[in-house]
């Protein structure tokens, strides 16, 4: 079956979508990936043929210049399909979108005008989705290792606030080019607080081809509604608003802040139910748990994005689910920095919709699913003898559609359906990790890494080339980001807590740079 938006016209603009809608997306976790598919070494899908790096080097029968048409017709050997990964398919791309996916011979016969690209060895997939992000932090990286769980104090709040325009920009195109190198074509940054305009910040993303749910923080209720119009021609900012914790705020300007998020259809980011701390303070301060409170306000609603949200309880987890409100699983901020491990696997059976973030840890989509899947077979899988844990499927799922329907662009991205923004990735099959292939979805979340990514796309424009910019000096720009991030630290006055190891801490102190 062919899926298609348009007959003849060539027009960008015409047609309707025939992808499932957010509600429909919500059920791609629990759908049966093909096992089998994308198999892989002799007898696999690429025959003898494709073990060795001979054979690899003479199956790279394409390069960055088969991109430059405006309808390509792309056949790679196995495309990642809501269903699964499925072979034999065919996928047109015209000007920034998906315009038709099916099989092969009905594609070819159907569009001869269109740009025939063959992709062998390599898996055409959706770009992964990163739900919870800092772009103007990547100064910090291992600044924030072996700290106290709430590092935003210590660490990131300094950082930010010792920023300008030129650093604020460098920061966030390096977090960019990191992300994109990693397999992410979106990401949803939680607003940072740094001393600049956010548009700073939407010029980086830009500059690098990341597409960027941008939030403005909005503690004090102005400059919201200015915020969510400014960015509506742009094709790469979708514009968000945030309050970092709820405590950042009066009741009257979250339940306003959510309000006018749910008027515009942009989501409201908030940190929720993070670390103990956190949640005793709001017990102290206003009677309730951060999701409760944030429900008996009114200000949770299906436009509410909660990141982190490991400490819930089960009332908590029952609110979510009633009212529609999104949360982000950050399985490496868990393991780095936090308290607990967000049960996702109940969120998944309660029904509660969630997509995978990094918090700006690392930008390797392969090692966010990875953790992903991990952090919940170490944490309540083996205790319940769980050996399936959601399947390679689900994970997947999660850091890809339902990741996107997570940040509000269920409509927009996430997957290879038609009508949906052409944001995908070219994988290399052609591995010793991959070959024999069995069950290629389990693969990708236990075996894939980022340096098999030939080419990133975003908006249907190549981006990266095995892993550098295509229309940029990347390089230059890790130039640039050496030189000038340590001169922020020092700025900053970063304080950090250092254990000896005897077990013994010595106070705070300022790091080496």
Not at 9 to 32: C, F, K, L, T, Y
Not at 131 to 153: N, R, V, Y
Not at 341 to 359: P, S
Request: with cysteine.
């Amino acid at each position: 079956m062919v899926q298609q938006a348009w007959q003849d016209g060539p027009s960008d603009e015409d047609g309707e979508s025939n992808s499932p809608e957010a509600g429909e997306i919500r059920g791609v976790g629990r759908r049966s990936f093909v096992v089998g598919a994308g198999l892989v070494g002799t007898g696999g899908l690429l025959g003898a043929a494709g073990a060795g790096p001979a054979a690899a080097a003479e199956g790279d029968a394409f390069g960055p210049e088969d991109f430059g048409g405006k309808r390509l017709l792309l056949v790679p050997d196995v495309v990642l399909l809501p269903e699964g990964p499925v072979k034999d398919r065919a996928v047109l791309v015209q000007g920034s979108t998906f315009r038709a996916v099916g099989p092969v011979h009905e594609l070819t016969r159907a569009h001869p005008d269109a740009r025939t690209v063959r992709l062998k060895g390599h898996l055409l997939m959706p770009g992964f989705v990163d739900s919870h992000h800092h772009l103007t932090q990547s100064f910090g990286k291992a600044q924030a290792f072996g700290q106290p769980s709430e590092i935003f104090k210590t660490v990131w709040e300094p950082l930010e606030h010792a920023l300008d325009e030129e650093s604020a920009h460098l920061s966030a195109k390096l977090a960019a080019l990191e992300a994109l190198r990693g397999g992410f074509t979106t990401a949803a940054d939680a607003g940072t607080r740094a001393p600049v305009d956010v548009g700073i910040i939407a010029k980086a993303a830009e500059e690098a081809g990341l597409r960027c749910v941008l939030s403005k923080v909005v503690s004090d209720g102005k400059g919201g509604k200015e915020h969510l119009a400014r960015f509506e021609h742009s094709r790469l900012i979708h514009p968000s608003l945030a309050i970092p914790v709820p405590e950042d705020a009066t009741a009257d300007v979250l339940k306003k802040t959510a309000d006018l998020c749910a008027e515009a259809g942009a989501v409201f980011q908030v940190h929720v139910n993070e670390h103990l701390a956190s949640v005793e303070r709001s017990l102290k301060s206003v009677g309730r748990r951060p999701v409760s409170y944030l429900h008996h306000i009114g200000a949770l609603n299906a436009h509410t994005l909660g990141s982190h949200a490991t400490l819930l309880t089960p009332d908590e987890m029952r609110v979510l689910a009633d009212t529609g409100a999104a949360v982000s699983y950050n399985p490496v901020a868990s393991a780095w920095k936090g308290n607990a491990v967000a049960h996702a696997l109940m969120w998944q059976a309660m029904g509660i919709r969630f997509g995978i973030g990094t918090d700006g840890t690392r930008g390797n989509g392969f090692r966010l699913i990875d953790a992903a899947e991990s952090a919940q077979r170490l944490t309540y899988g083996m205790m319940s003898g769980d050996s399936t844990c959601g399947a390679g499927r689900q994970w997947i799922a999660h850091a890809t559609a339902l990741s996107a329907d997570a940040v509000g662009l269920g409509k927009v991205t996430g997957e290879i359906a038609v009508g949906k923004a052409a944001d995908f990735l070219l994988v290399d099959l052609r591995v010793p990790e991959l070959t024999p292939s069995y069950d290629l979805s389990w693969e990708l979340v236990r075996l894939a890494d980022r340096d098999q990514i030939t080419a990133v796309f975003t908006d249907g424009r190549l981006r990266l080339w095995h892993g550098w910019p295509t229309t940029w000096d990347g390089p230059a720009l890790v130039r640039r980001a050496a030189e000038i991030g340590p001169k922020v630290v020092r700025r900053a006055r970063i304080q950090r807590v250092d254990p000896d190891p005897d077990g013994t801490t010595r106070h705070a102190r300022r790091p080496r740079t």
